[in-house]
């Protein structure tokens, strides 16, 4: 309905409704007439005392809130906040001057949205005149309002994208208005690269203090099958409620303060490029017409910034061509060749010269003229050679003499300009008129040493006995000087500084002495930029062979010498590395055959001793601590590896901090108590929660727990003060954790280096510390990968260290982390297939389930395997990934398609740990993934725990 029709059915109050003038009282007439319009009309009707304090009557028709008895809070209910003082000012002017009250205003709907409406009411009086009360109407002319402003925002919008040119401005303008129209909490640009799977938030506004969003994500972990397949459509996804949305993932988006929001996709050639995201901090129901305005919005937005980037590429296209073309010292053109009617080029028209072709051919104004317009005579050969360019594509490079333009002499390289048919050739050329003038002299001149020093490009000076400059013999002139008079016959030995005037004097006087004298100098130049200059030194003899004077040759080598200090430096550093790299092959080494001695000397005593036997029991755990050992130095060597090559996935979760130490300490307290070292841990009061990995702050901390204990004398201290540090302006909320020990300390020059791979405070032949000098880097890089730092302070030799680590904090909780139920230890009898080509493994993986009371079956190949499950049924199978002829995954592939082997547990036991050979193993079907060597324990608790 139109503005019109809306007023004019509103009149209809002021008919019914109007002062009556015969002093009869009207009121009970006029509730009557209210109830009748009540029920004839779908308009809001309302009834307000004569100074409009107290709402006697109001029917909302479910637009505003309904008002049946009395009400004092009906203004603040129903006008808008921001709307209130503008309609307080129109019903005031109504009450004064006794007329009819008509206004258009927002209005808090029902639904608790903001509507308009159209509001008109009039007066009732009574005998005396006076004001005894208001009857009113008002229709809901939200729809019609909102049109009308979203028009209006259009046409702001669009008057931005038109003025604005830069990009960065443009996007945080329409953000800000963006925001503003649809009180939105955020506002992200992004752009979509699904062949990287990467989609990158350019632009983010957002409302308040919250995390911006800019960065770079993987599509594949944060958008779901639905998401994407909209985007590609290129259709929007609309979310009103995360929590009530099941495509959503309700709590990671409450992490970012988004309850409800819009995603507009762009897409281009069937690509999907771009999409504009917009939020809310609260359910919101979208109205058609939002949708639609901010799909117009994302699309004008979208054609405006592909229009920038096009023309900025354009732009910059043609600033590096106009750049190249203007800049370079060779001339240059294009021109087009002009036939006769026999096919025969004959001239050529000029289309295009850079500056320096004026230079090089003295012609001027010559673009859209003919050759033959300067140079009538211009030789044949020219128009030949052209042409031939021009007809077959193939460029020439030439040297020709162009005796109608003064007798210049030109080296050209010619090429075609467009594809096959096109009459267009470049050229681009250098004047060599001087040089074929120089050649020429050179050749005839009696003087043709003299000619080849003063076309040297180096720089020649006469010097006397005593170092006095005489002249010079070259084109150019001393280092750095451009008008040499002022320094003839003053010393040319003062002329260098510092030791380098040492250096020149000596070769003077060598020159003299033996016939040569050489120095490498220092110099900056009169722009006072560094040069440096190999300087050779030899006499000049008289026709009696007696030494006349000194011949000085100067050579710029600044290139060269940066060359050489570069290679130098670089060589020391590749050394450096060399030794590094021989120091820790050396330890690995040695740290991989300690456990040989007492694995082959427990082995020996497990032979010889009875089970059951304090000697048996010994070696079984000598064994056991060796094999743990090497598995850890082999885990730390590879999680360098996948650290240093950006392969390691962290598993993010929420942590307490507290937990994450105390399984640190046990990671490290065998050593300790080995020690007779005292451990303290001291945690904030309340509890403090990471969004962390455990595992790997486990690893962390019991890294540095272990190496303080290592370090440290027997009977000293050790320990872990936390703290917590409140967020600022520049960082959120951190939690700083002091390992602190008293022991060998840090050397200050190994300090700056600590956390660097190999690096180790001693190196000795006893190693009584061991360990591979890549602990340090390995907690650098996970604290990284946490967003968080680590720093190492040391007062020296023997005066202790301590290593600070500080890491962001989740907001605090009184709810702990409960630490999931042990599993049972209890060992339930279990059908197991052993598969493993490496039968020694096998068997003996065979023997300790057998003791362990399980029913074992071996098979040594894939064929095998799969024959034995058949017939054995096995409850779990424990199958080897590195199978020759078909390998793990294959083989668990074919057992998940057996139907007797649907609820078989499978366990991948591999040599590879990654977090992809992990998914990997979990995507062919295997149920659980176990590194070897086997941690036992972890097995025995899986088979306690199936069902």
Known sequence: ???????????????????????????????????????????????????????????????????????????????????????????????????????????????????????????????????????????????????????????????????????????????????????????????????????????????????????????????????????????????????????????????????????????????????????????????????????????????????????????????????????????????????????????????????????????????GRRVSEFSPDHEEYWFEIYGRVASTGEPVRFENEAKGLDGRWFDVYAFRVGGEGSRRVAALFNNVTERKKTDQALRESESFNRSIIDSSPDCIEILDLEGNLLSTRTGRTMPGIEDIGPFLNTSWIDFWKGIYRDFAFAAVESAKRTGEGKFRGFFHDRRGKPRWWDVAISPIHDDTGTTSRLLVVSRDVTDRHELEASLVARAEQLARADRSKDEFLAMLAHELRNPLAPLRNACEVLQTSAPGTPAHSTAHGIMTRQIENMSQMIDDLLDVSRITQGKIELRMEKVELETVLNAAASLARPGMEARNQRFTLTLPEEPVFLEADATRLDQVFGNLLTNASKYSPPGSNISILTELVPADWEKSAQVVIRVRDEGMGIAPELLPHIFDLFVQATRSLDRASGGLGIGLTLVRRLVELHGGTVEAFSEGPDRGSEFVVSLPVLEASRNRVKSPAPASSSDIPRRILIVDDNRDSADTMAMLQGMRGHTTYIAYNGPDALAAAGDFLPEVVLLDIGLPEMDGYEIARRLRSMSSMAGTFIVAVSGYGSDEDVKRAIAAGFNRHLVKPANLTTLREWLANLP
């Open 1 to 367: 309905m139109n503005q019109d029709s809306e007023k004019a059915r509103l009149r209809l109050t002021g008919v019914l409704f109007g002062a009556d003038t015969t002093g009869q009282d009207t009121t009970g007439m006029s509730e009557k007439l209210l109830r009748a319009y009540v029920e004839a009309t779908s308009d809001v009707v309302y009834r307000l005392n004569a100074d409009w304090t107290v709402m006697a009557e109001l029917d909302g028709r479910n637009f505003l809130l309904d008002a049946y008895s009395p009400s004092t809070t009906w203004f603040n209910d129903n006008v808008y906040a921001g709307d209130q003082e503008m309609v307080m000012g129109f019903i005031q002017k109504a009450i004064r001057t006794k007329s009819v009250f008509e206004l258009e205003h927002r209005v808090n709907r029902v639904d608790g949205t903001v509507g308009w409406t159209y509001s008109k009411a009039v007066p009732i009086f009574d005998d005396r005149g006076e004001i005894t009360a208001w009857f009113g109407a008002a229709a809901d002319i939200t729809p019609r309002k909102q049109a009308e402003l979203n028009l209006t925002f259009l046409a702001e919008i669009s008057q931005d994208l038109a003025n604005l040119t830069e990009v960065d401005e443009m996007i945080a303008t329409i953000s800000s208005k963006i925001a503003a129209h649809f009180q939105l909490s955020r506002c992200a640009f992004v752009e979509i690269d699904e062949a990287a799977d990467e989609a990158t938030v350019t632009h983010d506004w957002y409302l308040g203090e919250q995390a911006s969003l800019i960065g770079l994500y993987r599509i594949s972990e944060y958008l779901t099958q639905e998401y994407l397949e909209a985007g590609r459509a290129g259709e929007l996804f609309v979310v009103s409620d995360t929590e009530t949305d099941p495509r959503t993932d309700a709590a990671r988006l409450a992490k970012l303060g988004i309850r409800s929001f819009v995603n507009v996709p762009m897409t281009q050639n069937g690509i999907w490029r771009f999409h504009l995201s917009i939020y809310h901090s609260r359910p919101w129901n979208w109205r058609k017409d939002e949708l639609k305005l901010i799909r117009e919005i994302t699309t004008r937005l979208w054609e405006r910034l592909e229009r920038l980037r096009a023309e900025e590429a354009l732009r910059l296209s043609e600033i590096r061509y106009r750049t190249l073309f203007d800049s370079i010292d060779e001339g240059f053109c294009v021109i087009e060749m002009i036939y006769d009617e026999t096919g025969k080029p004959y001239d050529y028209l000029i289309l295009e010269v850079n500056p320096s072709f004026e230079v090089q051919t003295g012609l001027h104004d010559s673009v």
